[in-house]
């Protein structure tokens, strides 16, 4: 089965620090993956999404970037924190070509981003 | 395009009592509607799915939904609410042709169980 996995799950930065948030999917290949960001009393914000290694795309413009350096990897890093970047940030996978079956999207656990 | 409305940020329910958790979509062509739920510092769970196959979807924990073209709704229900019931749940429309095959989510509704 195929199981997904982010970390850390907790995370308390300073304002001005990097960022790392990473991700892997297991048990699967060539799977579509995703960020989102949920700030508290918010929906879910899709950040990035990527269908393949290297190719990421953003929906949102902000100081956050994406990567993808393995097929079942994905990073979600920042140069410089801001204190708007606070939230729960979720790692997501779905099948490709899972669009022909509604595309199921699996979160992983989620990591709580505390920008002080 | 698409999109979704979910009615009500919060909702609260006596345990025992009928749970209904409303949603309503938009979009061109048919649609994939779904169903997470969210416990406290917890990712989504698939709690139930619409592809067209029936109408009334079954889903984990007695969940279930029913798929309502003529009103565009996509209602939760569960008969008798539990206290482990309470979590947060988001309804969410994929419908391909669209121009996009990523669900789009809504706001959420929080779901409140007294005992």
């Known amino acids: 089965s195929q199981t997904i996995h982010q970390w850390p799950a907790t995370l308390v930065q300073p304002v001005g620090s990097p960022l790392s948030l990473e991700c892997t999917v297991e048990?699967?290949?060539?799977?579509?993956l995703y960020w989102y960001r949920q700030a508290a009393g918010r929906g879910l914000q899709l950040l990035f999404y990527s269908v393949g290694i290297g190719q990421i795309s953003s929906e949102v413009p902000q100081n956050l970037s994406a990567s993808r350096p393995q097929d079942r990897q994905f990073i979600l890093s920042s140069k410089k924190l801001l204190l708007s970047d606070s939230g729960f940030y979720l790692c997501?996978?779905?099948?490709?070509?899972?669009?022909?079956?509604?595309?199921?999207?699996?979160f992983g656990e989620g990591s709580w981003l505390t920008v002080v | 395009a698409q999109s979704v409305t979910q009615l009500g940020s919060h909702v609260s329910v006596s345990e025992g009592a009928l749970v209904l958790l409303r949603c309503n979509y938009s979009?061109?062509?048919?649609?994939?509607l779904f169903w997470y739920v969210q416990y406290p510092n917890q990712g989504l769970q698939l709690l139930l799915k619409?592809?067209?196959?029936?109408?009334l979807v079954k889903g984990i924990n007695g969940f279930e939904a029913e798929f309502k073209k003529s009103e565009t709704s996509f209602h939760l229900t569960k008969p008798s609410a539990h206290m482990s019931d309470a979590a947060e749940y988001f309804c969410?429309?994929?419908?391909f042709g669209g121009g996009s095959y990523i669900p789009t989510f809504g706001r959420g509704t929080s779901l409140i169980v007294h005992p």
């Open positions: 997501a996978w779905s099948k490709r070509g899972g669009q022909n079956s509604g595309n199921t999207i699996y």
């Open positions: 969410a429309v994929s419908a």
């Open positions: 048990g699967t290949s060539n799977p579509n």
């Open positions: 979009s061109s062509v048919p649609p994939y």
């Open positions: 619409y592809t067209s196959a029936a109408t």
